[in-house]
């Protein structure tokens, strides 16, 4: 079982042109849809959050439900669910304003144990920067690791959240020693000011990073670089893309019984290739339709 650790919130998309042209609530967050991916992919998996019994938080419970996500691990309480307001720009590129003070997710506490048959745990985003749930994330993501458990991180940097820059620069850096697996858009590469070589020396076997419709490039610790080109498709909005491309990969290891580090220095350049060019193909469906709504195995084909 994969375990996505992480928020789940509600985005609110305009509909056209404007910031407040027919706002249409959507189920999100980085774990909450990297969760759901898997699911829709076939991999058995739990989410690990705090979600509010509030109208949205049964919204998303329901949608976890739906894509076979196990939601038995998920915290609950009477606090309002996170919301996330979305602007869309002409190239379908998503930038978000959080209303996050009081939140059910934000007082995640971490589990005593993880589900059983935990083979792999991510992490992510928001949740690692809104205290004092992200201290909890932390100190599950250090325990899983501690454990030997493959540990998968996508920072998914919003910077509007972080109030001090540079001590979550060097937070970042001391989870690094923590993480089996890194996944971070050059975006998020460049905001955080390392190179895939600097964090590869600080603990993860492989550093993946996606340039948006221009593909994705993997590093090894071997010091081999691997690189695939997008998919073309008329993009709708980016929503949910690098969620999809988390959860291809971790699909991808676990259908590979891949999740260790190992494992993960064994592919070698073809098994890169043909993982990469998997998550590439799943970002371009999601970036084809509306929202974050990523796609069905059936939809992909094998890997």
Same mark, same amino acid.
């Given at each position: 079982m994969?375990?996505?650790?992480?928020? /789940?919130?509600?985005?609110?998309?305009?509909q056209? /042109?404007?910031a407040?042209?027919?706002?249409?609530?959507?189920r999100?967050?980085g774990?909450y849809?990297?969760?759901v /991916?898997?699911?829709?992919l076939?991999?058995?998996?739990a989410f690990?959050?705090?979600?509010?019994?509030?109208?949205?938080g049964?919204?998303?419970l329901?949608?976890?439900?739906?894509?076979?996500?196990?939601?038995t691990p998920?915290?609950?309480?009477?606090?309002p669910?996170?919301?996330?307001?979305?602007s869309?720009?002409a190239?379908?590129s998503?930038?978000?304003?959080?209303y996050?003070e009081?939140t059910?997710?934000?007082?995640?506490?971490?589990?005593?144990?993880?589900p059983?048959g935990?083979?792999?745990?991510?992490?992510g985003?928001?949740?690692?920067?809104?205290e004092?749930g /992200?201290?909890?994330?932390?100190?599950?993501?250090?325990?899983?690791?501690a454990?030997g458990v493959?540990?998968a991180?996508?920072p998914?940097i919003?910077?509007?959240?972080?109030?001090?820059?540079?001590?979550?620069r060097?937070?970042? +850096?001391s989870w690094?020693?923590?993480?089996?697996?890194l +996944?971070?858009?050059?975006?998020?590469?460049?905001?955080?000011?390392?190179?895939?070589?600097e !964090?590869l020396?600080?603990?993860p076997?492989a550093?993946?990073?996606?340039?948006g419709g221009?593909?994705?490039?993997?590093f090894t610790r071997d010091g081999?670089?691997?690189?695939?080109?997008?998919?073309r498709?008329d993009?709708?909005?980016?929503?949910?893309?690098?969620?999809?491309?988390?959860?291809?990969l971790l699909?991808?290891l676990s259908? !590979?019984d891949?999740?260790?580090?190992?494992?993960?220095?064994?592919l070698?350049a073809d098994g !890169?290739?043909?993982?990469l060019r998997f998550a590439a193909?799943a970002?371009a469906i999601?970036?084809s339709?509306?929202?974050?709504?990523?796609p069905y195995?059936?939809e992909?084909?094998?890997?």
């Open positions: 994969i375990v996505v650790a992480g928020e /789940a919130l509600i985005d609110l998309v305009p056209g /042109a404007g407040l042209v027919g706002l249409q609530p959507a999100g967050g774990p849809n990297t969760a /991916a898997l699911g829709r076939g991999s058995p998996t690990c959050s705090r979600v509010s019994r509030d109208a949205f049964e919204a998303l329901d949608g976890l439900r739906a894509a076979g996500v196990e939601v998920v915290q609950r309480g009477t606090e669910t996170t919301l996330a307001v979305a869309i720009d190239g379908g998503a930038a978000y304003s959080f996050v009081g059910a997710d934000r007082l995640f506490e971490a589990p005593d144990r993880l059983a935990t083979r792999a745990v991510s992490f985003t928001c949740s690692l920067v809104l004092p /992200a201290s909890a994330y932390e100190e599950l993501m250090r325990n899983a690791a454990q493959f540990t991180l996508d998914n919003r910077a509007g959240l972080i109030p001090d820059a540079d001590a979550y060097a937070r970042f +850096k690094l020693p923590s993480v089996s697996l +996944k971070l858009s050059e975006e998020d590469a460049r905001w955080l000011g390392g190179t895939p070589r !964090w020396a600080s603990g076997s550093v993946v990073i996606t340039h221009d593909g994705l490039t993997a081999a670089e691997t690189s695939v080109p997008g998919e498709v993009v709708v909005d980016t929503i949910g893309a690098g969620d999809t491309v988390n959860a291809a699909h991808g259908a !590979w891949a999740l260790s580090s190992e494992a993960l220095a064994g070698g !890169w290739r043909r993982l193909r970002a999601t970036c339709r509306a929202g974050a709504e990523p195995a059936t992909l084909g094998d890997l």
